[in-house]
């Protein structure tokens, strides 16, 4: 017998997470449907549903409870528009490959 859980190396960020609201050294939480791992402490990109990225950030603590995840995470860097373009085009060209992305 097995127990799921999701192991996720990317910070993604819920549709409805106000992004305008993110600053460098905010403190901010999300919650994740499944219960998922996540590295603590190392930088990792925050990214959104349409593979957007938007800087790095760093999950300070988790908490799974009733099938589901609280990330607490603190943002290190925003991208400008120029490095968000160049992320977004990168990684998909990279995730096609690997079949992340169809």
């Not at 819920?14 to 994740?32: A, C, D, E, N, Q």
């Not at 499944?34 to 349409?50: G, K, N, Q, T």
């Not at 957007?52 to 300070?60: I, L, R, S």
């Amino acid at each position: 017998m097995g127990y799921m859980t999701e192991l996720n190396t990317l910070l993604g960020l819920p549709k409805s997470f106000p992004i305008s609201t993110l600053k460098v050294g905010g403190v901010y939480s999300v919650v994740k449907d499944r219960e998922r791992s996540f590295p603590l402490h190392i930088a990792m990109l925050m990214v959104d549903s349409e593979w957007n990225f938007y800087g790095y950030g760093v999950a300070n603590s988790t908490i799974c409870k009733e099938q589901k995840t609280t990330i607490e995470f603190t943002v290190l860097s925003l991208f400008t528009l120029p490095e968000k373009k160049m992320y977004k085009e990168k990684f998909l060209e990279a995730a096609k490959i690997t079949g992340e992305v169809k």
